[in-house]
Nanobody
């Protein structure tokens, strides 16, 4: 099992930027696809972005494409989510996720979840 700890959330004005980090423990990090999900109040958890274990492939939800960038540093066992041009509708708890091998990038494919970090975007 891999433990995931997110950081970097906070309060930011619309149009601003934040960078989330997810530090992972365990030997399987560098062999695993990683991703970010988010859950707004009263809504279901939704996919935000994913990155393959080599970082050769990335995937984004349409709502964040062109504004968010996912990256990883396998030497540091860390995955990042750079969020630019933030909007009030980006307000949510953001969760780091490790995907099971070959299982795709849906919520049902997640093997390990982080505890979440709050992102609040004011208008």
């Amino acid at each position: 099992q891999v433990q995931l700890v997110e950081s970097g959330g906070g309060l930011v004005q619309a149009g601003g930027s934040l960078r989330l980090s997810c530090a992972a423990s365990g030997r399987t990090f560098s062999n695993s696809a990683m991703g970010w999900f988010r859950q707004a109040p009263g809504k279901e958890r939704e996919f935000v972005a994913a990155i393959s274990w080599t970082a050769a492939m990335t995937s984004y939800a349409n709502a964040v494409k062109g504004r968010f960038t996912i990256s990883r540093d396998n030497a540091k066992n860390t995955v990042y989510l750079q969020m630019n041009t933030l909007k009030p509708e980006d307000t949510a708890v953001y969760y780091c996720a490790r995907f099971r091998d070959g299982a795709g990038y849906s919520g049902g494919s997640v093997a390990d979840w982080g505890q979440g970090t709050q992102v609040t975007v004011s208008s």
